[in-house]
């Protein structure tokens, strides 16, 4: 029984990644921007945990790697398209702020079924979805000191990078 435990420790982390990401898309929809940036920065906390946890109990699985890209799309993909989305770009871009927030989560997708597909080990190819989404987060939490054009403009840049060639060395 232990080593059932065990061995579904790391999908437990990597499930609360998810629990994470959606509870900020509620909060998102409250309007309590603050803590939705915060829910998408707990979210990768667990992204980084639950790898370490499953490497370090050699309980690395096909299915774990497969469910971790699933809840990183909602909680580096969608939720911080529509937290940006609703908080900044709602107003003033409307239609043009949504096709930038769609195009992030669709560079997204596209670069986590690229990272499952290739397998590469030693570097990323693109820039991580999580990195990205944080990166989001992090906007959303200084959104009172920025214009929503460069908002606007940081997306896309963010979202080619994400489906960029760059080599990015793993740490």
Known sequence: M????????????????????STS????MSKDYKAAALLILMAALM???????????QTSSDLGRELD?????????VAPAVLLYSQVLLDPYNHLGLLIALLFIICGAYRLARFNALNLSGYFLGLPI??????????????????????????????LFMISTVRIPKF
């Open 2 to 21: 232990a080593d059932l435990v065990t061995k579904r420790f790391a999908n437990f982390i990597t499930l609360l990644n998810i629990v994470f990401g």
């Open 25 to 28: 898309i509620i909060y998102t």
């Open 47 to 57: 992204d980084g945990l639950d790898g370490k946890v499953a490497r370090r109990l």
């Open 69 to 77: 890209s699933l809840c990183d799309m909602v909680s580096f993909g």
């Open 130 to 159: 999580t990195i990205a989404g944080g990166i989001l987060a992090l906007l959303s939490l200084a959104a009172g000191y920025l214009h929503p054009f460069a908002v606007l403009m940081l997306l896309p840049v963010l979202s």
